[in-house]
Nanobody, 129 residues
Framework: QVHLVESGGGSVQAGGSLRLSCVLSGRTYGTYCMAWFRQAPGKEREGVAAIDGDGSTAYTDSVKGRFTISRDNDKKTLYLDLNDLKPDDTAMYYC???????????????????????WGQGTQVTVSS
């Protein structure tokens, strides 16, 4: 079993920054890919960013140049740096993990999370104008 716990959400003004973290525990051997998704009230879940076992990344167009995904395998932690935040970024943010690595990250983001088996409980990001 895999457990994911997110933290780092909060309320910021437009233009502000946050760093989200997702700590991984449990069965963590083998290679895996991880991602961040978000869901705003009344909207479908959206893929934000993904990272593979070799460090390759993918982003949805709306966050390119503003968000950065990274992972520290020694600390078993996934990060998402959110910069130049906009009110449209307001949502619950979830981290997700699936085995194995070496996947099509862009496709997995566009599918909205159906490829991912393990999920965290979410952390809220609220951006005011």
């Amino acid at each position: 079993q895999v457990h994911l716990v997110e933290s780092g959400g909060g309320s910021v003004q437009a233009g502000g920054s946050l760093r989200l973290s997702c700590v991984l525990s449990g069965r963590t051997y083998g290679t895996y890919c991880m991602a961040w998704f978000r869901q705003a009230p009344g909207k479908e879940r959206e893929g934000v960013a993904a990272i593979d076992g070799d460090g390759s990344t993918a982003y949805t167009d709306s966050v390119k140049g503003r968000f950065t995904i990274s992972r520290d395998n020694d600390k078993k932690t996934l990060y998402l740096d959110l910069n130049d935040l906009k009110p449209d970024d307001t949502a619950m943010y979830y981290c997700a993990l699936d085995f194995p690595a070496g996947r099509n990250l862009d496709l997995m983001l566009r599918r909205g999370g159906s490829d991912f088996l393990y999920w965290g409980q979410g952390t809220q990001v609220t951006v005011s104008s």
